[in-house]
């Protein structure tokens, strides 16, 4: 049976997609559907303790992140909308005063920031312009001082993520929000406005809006073991204002109009407290472990030539770089003829990706597109974006757990070689 058990086991690495809710916040959100379904907007009791939860929730969210004051959270239905919300107040803030808008970004951001930047773009060619700052190809972080290169006295708003979701590698965001408020200090233009895409690093790495120095960052419960919806910080008295894009009710202090989710809200309140009160950062450490152990286990089977790993150096300092349970491994031993997809075809344990799960575009060969572009924006060659795997691994994840997907990888490649051989 022991055997049985054992060939039948998966091992899932795919947490930077998403992640499975935790015990306590799955039971959060039973008990408040159970018992505080009520329309937090309603003045009778059960309505003003739903009100309560989701303001209690509000704290909670504020707390993971640094924010003093939680009135500069905003529940969104996730990442997606919130990236989308800061770049369409451009649209409604300066478009409509009739002012040129210029837009820093970088080009290995999520599709939710970039595409809503391409499109501004396309839209309003006359009035919108965009800069995309490449990253280091050495390091895959974009350099603060190519940033602050890239301004212009019209930029509103410069986009940066804080951690990358395929390579793993950590911006290096609060060097740039101080060297673009020095520059606009310095050329007597206001400051533009700062956004993080913080969506990998909640839960992983330590995120403080005031170290970071952001007007905007973003949230995404279920990428930490909550629920699938989000929140936006947005800073008081940032040079652009957060705008409502729907019109109805006005709760979330008339930013966000419809009911909110009791539920789910005080789930994503639960999913940050566990992270609050983990102060020994035993989650992270387990993370970290099993990754370190993975990459280990990797290079025991498929040899040190037989795998690359990448926009990674081991070293002192980079865990100070780079997202604990991110490893981003191109398998070069692989035939040329196959590409990471024809690994993952071949395991039996181990459930993974290639890339970002919100890319998900194939070219005819199989590869996808997109992955590869990003991979290879960030200095991975083009051969070894096509047989890259991205493995992450969780708070739950084993010792076990990654001997056996080490294994199970190397099987499928040797089968893949046979493979070749053969034809």
């Known amino acids: 049976m022991a055997d049985s058990d054992e060939s039948a086991r998966r091992v899932y690495l795919d947490y930077n997609a998403t992640t499975p809710y935790a015990d306590e916040v799955r039971a959060r959100i039973s008990h408040v559907m159970e018992h505080y379904w009520q329309n937090p907007s309603c003045s009778y009791a059960e309505g003003v303790r739903a009100k309560d939860i989701v303001e209690e929730s509000r704290r909670d969210v504020a707390d993971v992140i640094g924010c003093d004051d939680p009135s500069q959270i905003v529940f969104t239905s996730g990442g997606t909308e919130a990236n989308n919300w800061v770049v369409q107040c451009l649209r409604l803030n300066e478009l409509q005063a009739g002012r040129p808008v210029h837009i820093v970004s970088t080009n290995i951001e999520h599709p939710s920031v970039a595409l809503p930047i391409q499109k501004l773009c396309k839209e309003v060619p006359t009035t919108v312009s965009c800069t995309l700052v490449s990253p280091d190809p050495e390091t895959g972080a974009v350099r603060a001082g190519n940033v602050v290169a890239a301004l212009t006295p019209h930029t509103r708003l410069v986009s940066v993520m804080l951690a990358n979701n395929e390579t793993g590698v950590v911006q290096p965001v609060a060097a740039i929000s101080r060297a673009v408020c020095t520059w606009a200090r310095e050329s007597g233009v206001p400051p533009p406005a700062i956004h993080t895409d913080a969506a990998q690093a909640v839960g992983k790495i330590p995120v403080e809006v005031n170290e970071l120095g952001v007007d905007f960052l973003t949230i995404a419960g279920h990428k ?152 290879t924006r960030s200095g991975v060659s083009s051969s070894a974006a096509r047989c890259t795997l991205r493995l992450s691994t969780g708070r739950d994840t084993t010792l076990q757990d990654v001997t056996l997907a080490a294994e199970d990888i190397y099987r499928a490649v040797v089968e893949l070689e046979h493979e070749a051989t053969a034809t």
Not at 258 to 282: F, P, V
Not at 351 to 366: E, K, Q, R, T, Y
Request: aromatic share 4%; proline share 3%; with cysteine.
């Open 224 to 375: 930490f073991y909550g629920p699938r919806i989000g929140a936006l910080f947005a800073r008081h008295g940032s040079s652009l204002s957060l705008v409502p894009l729907l019109e109805g009710g006005g709760q979330e202090r008339g930013l966000r109009s419809g009911t909110e989710n009791t539920a789910l809200i005080a789930g994503l309140g639960c999913a940050c407290q566990l992270i609050t009160r983990d102060s020994k950062q035993s989650s992270v450490q387990t993370m970290a472990t099993t990754c370190t152990a993975l990459r280990q286990e990797l290079m025991n089977r498929l040899g040190t030539e037989g795998v690359s790993f990448n926009c990674w150096q081991p070293g002192a300092d980079d865990e100070c770089r780079r997202l604990p349970n991110t490893c981003s491994v191109a398998v070069t031993r692989l035939p040329l003829q196959f590409t990471a997809r024809a690994i993952l075809a071949k395991c039996r344990h181990v459930v993974a990706g290639v890339g970002s799960a919100c890319h998900s575009d194939l070219d005819d060969s199989g590869c996808a597109s997109s992955v590869d572009s990003v991979l």
